[in-house]
């Protein structure tokens, strides 16, 4: 009883980390999400973690769903079903999304699914919400993968003999400490990848008294910034670079760089109109030349972490083909028998096999 209820506590942990990390690539939640305001209180409380059934997408009156609205997702319940969508509302709120805010019905399309609800109650987790929005950021998600899949791999490696009330023996195989040695290797490459990472933040000021000082700029006036990007790795890496407004320009958006090599980026902004003091950053995202330079530009055009888990999975795929060609067994690797020598303890001895 006890392993079974192990065994499913890793694989609910794992199913809502793979669903979360799948849901920020994909850009809508899968399985689970919480809410940002307090529409929907005291249904949904601001900052509670609600799940989600993304296979029902045709909810009925009364159903509470998930579903984007203004380049948003948004739970709501739904009040009414009409020829062009759902109407909805906030528990909280007076009056519709369709009336309040002037949203459109919601057609299927938009639908990420129906929170899931045992009659009248809806299944909620108070607070987790707040935490997964500052503190559970993408990078985060993929560890905490590779560590779930650590943690399955000793789980499920133990022998039958390992599992009885009177253990005499603990074993370790060779299989288990490769696949442990495996996902260690991918958490590294990983964690290599967001290390070369980077943000440039470019501060200025914006006055009448512009050119009077450096970083002093006249409202409206076009200036340039440099940006030195190095790459301190042994091995060759791609290099996207990302800036938002008031940039309107980069002399390079993508480029490769060599084991040791540099290149200046030159950075192009308009000062706005108002005068402040401003700060915009520049993005520096980088992969290592692994897989052909086409192929990762086109998943780094859809999302930043497409690449990393393209290159995640070919290290994964080679870690198996040696596994195969090793021919690497069953055998035990570790074998620890445990005898008991008083009521107060016992000692363990070690015997490498």
Do not use: C
């Amino acid at each position: 009883m006890k392993e079974l209820f192990e065994y499913s506590l890793i694989a609910v942990v794992g199913m809502l980390v793979i669903g979360s990390l799948l849901g920020a690539l994909m850009d809508r939640p899968i399985f689970m999400s919480y809410a940002y305001s307090e529409s929907m209180t005291p249904t949904i409380d601001k900052g509670d973690l609600f799940f989600l059934n993304p296979l029902d997408r045709s909810p009925e009156v009364g159903d509470v769903m998930v579903f984007r609205a203004n380049g948003r997702w948004t739970v709501h319940r739904v009040v009414a079903v009409t020829q062009d969508g759902y109407i909805t509302k906030g528990d909280a709120n007076v009056a519709t999304d369709q009336t309040g805010k002037g949203i459109s019905p919601i057609p299927k399309e938009d639908v990420a699914g129906t929170v899931v609800a045992f009659g009248n109650h809806v299944l909620t987790i108070p607070g987790i919400g707040n935490y997964l929005e500052t503190g559970l950021d993408n990078r985060t998600k993929i560890f905490l993968g590779v560590l779930l899949v650590m943690v399955g791999v000793v789980a499920f490696s133990g022998s039958s003999e390992g599992r009885k009330k009177h253990r005499k023996f603990v074993r370790v195989k060779f299989r288990t400490l490769y696949m442990l040695a495996g996902a260690f290797l991918i958490l590294t490459v990983a964690m290599a990848i967001f290390v070369s990472w980077e943000k440039f933040p470019i501060e200025y000021a914006v006055t009448s008294a512009g050119g009077l000082r450096e970083g002093w700029y006249l409202p409206g006036e076009e200036f340039s910034s440099e940006v030195i990007v190095r790459n301190e790795n042994l091995y060759p890496m791609l290099y996207y670079v990302s800036a938002k407004s008031p940039v309107t320009s980069v002399s390079s958006e993508e480029f490769r760089l060599s084991g040791g090599g540099e290149r200046t980026i030159v950075v192009d902004i308009t000062a706005p109109e108002s005068t402040a003091v401003y700060s915009t950053e520049v993005r520096i995202t980088a992969y290592p030349h692994v897989l052909p330079a086409d192929l990762i530009g086109w998943l780094y055009s859809y999302n930043q972490m497409l690449p990393v888990l393209a290159i995640l999975l070919e290290v994964g795929l080679v870690l198996w083909v040696i596994y195969l060609i090793s021919g690497i067994g069953n055998e035990d690797a570790l074998k620890i028998r445990r005898k008991r020598t008083s009521r107060v303890g016992g000692v363990s001895e070690v015997f490498r096999l």
